[in-house]
């Protein structure tokens, strides 16, 4: 049904345009393959990318399960009592708090390091030796986060893990790494550097890769040395790679994953290892809350484009071309 | 001609420069066995713990390589129809969907190449919204809800059959083949499905590799899908079963067998189903590589 009448109003609105009947028909003779194609993917974007729009006036109504959306009466204070309730919420806060404090850290210590690795492959000499080295890089990204978090587990435990088992044996403490919320961030962390570092750099050596050689001839013969090679020429050729990717990180600040943070969650851990995402699973889906998590979750989304709106203006001011 | 005996030299030198190496080069190299070690070095503890005997895991002795050698783990877990199941079922959904994502994004991708097509601009809205603006967990969650799609195998295909960022990539790569090849053929009177199935595709087995691979991954790794849409166990994906079984969730096997009650046992089988279930795809990468690595690059430079 909806696949007519969205192809009905593709061809009304050719006729719009200012060519005649003929032109129309002849224009749509040549190219209807095209708008054949495109059927599918669109009817897709349709029902499952813009009909759950729809659903969002939930987060202003008051849920009920028999009533048809549109039918739902709204909610009280003018319809924002879901996010007035979230925001008197303290496990919302804590939520926020959590996703805001992992994406910072996320971005602060795992923003600059593909960019190292990549500017170290660069320089490795070893053609076969780099291939290696990428090959293994690669490998954690292939891994879910279920069996990350599960090597995690068995290498962080703290009577049998491995880390624990070395520290036992040169005389430390046995630190719990996945069981105490300050070391637990700190292991949530570092073990998604070590899943995304190696995949994350390939956009850099591509980047470095699309560089012109001749620079690094000429500065050759200009006598440059090796450092100066890759600050003054390499940094500045990736320096938009580096703008736009950065630009989509602050924009994705509030957003959360669900699977990296509710593999790795575990009770002990709650109070910093709660972010929003998984919060709106539990309360949601899980509590059956829905226009409240659909209410934190509308906030979340219209946070993270005023956010890509923010970082890509400021780009903009800053010489760089932004995403757009 | 004392000229050109002094450029021959001066590029000799270079080439000879750029083989020397020094204390930075070394350092480098050094840097770079440390990071491929801390990348692989978990893994083969992991495979160590998964062949090892239950004494030696409970008293912490084991780390790269087994002991008390004994394929047990492995044994059992091949043997239990539910890991068997699972494994097939995620084969099976896999396959499809990579499958039907591969056709979706091609039919979405190839249309939005000609600068011809009336509309191409309001399509490109269409789908550029889409990538900044989510509606959200639960408006999706409701979604599949009023289709039907809870607890339908549907529903783990379907929802995640289209990525915009790899429709955007295969467009690029496109964008990449000249335009005078289609021209050719529109002249020879092809038609436009013609063309995609017989220029276009054949010249694109780079990118449907590589999307193919990104698909699958997403697909085999994928495990909120299934845990916010299904709850019948028989269509759990392999990483939702892994997920419950890590975290004795129904506490599945842990007891029902004799001597599955120590906890090294069940470590070691632990570590044999995270084996069992990373292996095909540690199989299946490295061999697409260089693929990739191109795509990736494509996506990068053309976006």
Known sequence: MAAASKKKKKKEKIEKRPFSKEEAIRYLKRYWQLYLLLLLPMVYFLIFKYVPMVYIQIAFKKYSL???VWKMPWAD????????????????????RNTVVLNLLDLIIGFPIPIFFAIMLNELRLPRFKKVVQTIAYMPHFLSWVIVA?????????????????????????????NDPKHWVFTYILVGIWQSFGWNSIIYLAAIAGINNELYEAAEVDGAGRWAKIWHITLPGIRSTIVVLLIMNLGNIIGSSFDRPFAFQNNTVMSWANVLSTYVYT????????????AIGLFQSVVGVIFLLISNRVARKFGERGIW | MADSKIKVKTINEKVRSRHRFKLSDYLIIFVCILITLVCVLPLINLLAKSLSGSDYLVKGEVYLIPKGFTTFAYKTVLSDKKYIWAFWWTVILTVVGTLLSLFMTACCAYPLIYPKLKGRGVFNIIITITMFFNAGTIPNYLLMKSIGFLDNPLSLIIPSCLSVFNMIIMRSFFYQIPDSLREAAEIDGAGFIRILTTIYLPLSKPVIATLALFYAVGRWNGYSD?????????????????????NNINNVEVSTQEGFSTPGLSNSLKAAIVMFTTIPILCVYPWLQKYFIHSVMVGAVKE
Do not use: C
Not at chain 1, 84 to 96: K, N, P, S, V
């Open chain 1, 66 to 68: 028999v009533q048809n």
């Open chain 2, 226 to 246: 299934a845990l916010m849409y299904i709850k019948e166990s028989k269509y759990y994906p392999l990483q939702l079963l892994l997920y419950n079984v890590i």
């Open chain 1, 150 to 178: 599960s090597i995690a587990l068995q290498l962080f435990t703290p009577s049998t893990g491995l880390v624990n088992v070395l520290i036992q044996k040169m005389g430390g403490q046995s630190i719990p790494f996945l």
């Open chain 1, 283 to 294: 309360n949601g889906i899980k509590g059956l809350k829905f226009s409240l998590t659909t």
């Open chain 1, 77 to 96: 204070n003018h319809g924002f009592q879901y996010f007035i309730q979230a925001f008197h919420d303290r496990d919302f806060w804590f939520a926020l």
